[in-house]
């Protein structure tokens, strides 16, 4: 059974920072591209980033020059490190892994930014 377990959520204050974490456990078959989601209450999920298995990365507008996506292929393991984190990046963060043959979704992780 694969699983996806994100940590690292928490409270903070603005301007503060989080690291949160994604272990992949389970599959037979390598991780391709992985990322980062967040999903705030009455809006759509929207991509925070991704980084793929070459080490290329993706970032959303919104968090460019602020939050830092990286991995460890060989634990599954991807990570972001969230500087200078503002309220409205208030959320609940999954983590996302894509195999050749599907994608798969961690549990969800609640990030809380106060002002």
């Known amino acids: 059974q694969v699983q996806l377990v994100e940590s690292g959520g928490g409270l903070v204050q603005s301007g503060g920072s989080l690291r949160l974490s994604c272990a992949a456990s389970?599959?037979?078959?390598?991780?391709?591209?992985m990322g980062w989601y967040r999903q705030a209450p009455g809006k759509q999920r929207e991509l925070v980033a991704s980084v793929s298995s070459g080490g290329g990365t993706n970032y959303g507008d919104s968090v460019k020059g602020r939050f830092t996506i990286s991995r460890e292929n060989a634990k599954n393991t991807v990570y972001l490190q969230m500087n200078s984190l503002k309220p409205e990046d208030t959320a609940v963060y999954y983590c996302?892994?894509?195999?050749?043959?599907?994608?798969?979704w961690g549990q969800g992780t609640q990030v809380t930014v106060s002002s």
């Open positions: 996302r892994g894509n195999t050749i043959f599907r994608e798969y």
């Open positions: 389970g599959s037979m078959f390598s991780f391709n591209a």
